[in-house]
C-alpha cells in the first residue's frame, strides 16, 4: 500500500511545474514496448499493457490526482483500448515465431488496397463519430484531435498486431495530432514523447520495410535441376 500511495502522488519538479511520476515512467515503458514491435520481439506487448495501466491513470485528471486538472476521454479511452488489443497482438505474436522470421515473432507485410482503404474510412469515419461522444464527456477541447489520436492508436494497434507494415505510417499520423493537443493540455512527459516517437515511427517504418523486402523474398536454389543432375 506504500509504494501504491508513493506511486500515485510522486511527482518530479521541473522548473516551476512537475511531472506526475506515473505518466513518465508510462511513456518510459510505451518506448521499450515500440523498441520491441520494432525488432519484432514477443515482449513488446506485455511491457507496452504495464505502460498502459499507468498512463490511464494520468489521463483520467483529477480522478487519481495529476498536475494538469485537464481530463482526455480519448487519452484514458485508448489505453484501454491498447490493452485489449494488445491481448490480441500478444497472443497472435506468440503463435507466430518460426524458422522462417529469422528468430523474431512476424514476417512484416503490406496490409493491401482494400484493408488500406478499410483503416483510411475507418480513421475518418471513427473520427466524426467519437468527436461528439467526447465533447459531451467534457474531453479536452479541440475534440476532434483526441478522437483522431483514439482511432489512429487503435488501428496503428491492429496493424501492428496483423504484421503491417503501414502502421508505423498511422502513428506518425497520430503523432502530427497527438503532440500539440498533449502540449496545450498540460501533459508535457506525453508530449515530448509523442514528439520523440514521430521521429522513432518512421525510423521504425524503414526497419520494417527492409524486413519485408529481406524475409519475404523466395530462397534462390544454390543450382538448377539440369545442373545438379549433370554434377551427379
Known sequence: MDFLRWLFEAQIPVGGSVLVLREVL??????????????????AWPIGIAGNLLLLTVFLGNVFGAASPATLWGQAGRQVMFISVAAYGWY????????????????????????????????????????????????????WADAWTFMGSLLATYGMARGWT??????????????PLLFSAGYFASAFMYLFYGFFTLAGFFVWLRADRRESRPLRPTAEPETAGALS
Not at 166 to 179: K, N, Q, R, S, T
Open 92 to 143: 497472435r505474436w506468440r503463435q507466430g515465431p518460426n524458422a522462417g522470421t529469422h528468430g523474431s515473432a512476424i514476417v512484416p507485410g503490406w496490409a493491401g488496397p482494400k484493408a488500406r482503404f478499410g483503416l483510411a474510412a475507418a480513421m475518418i469515419v471513427g473520427t466524426a463519430a467519437l468527436t461528439p461522444v467526447f465533447a459531451s464527456m467534457g474531453s479536452y477541447p479541440p475534440v
Open 26 to 43: 508510462g511513456n518510459i515503458f510505451g518506448l521499450a514496448s515500440a523498441l520491441g514491435g520494432m525488432r519484432r520481439k514477443v515482449w
Open 166 to 179: 503501414e502502421f508505423w505510417l498511422i502513428w506518425v499520423a497520430v503523432d502530427i495530432v497527438g503532440v
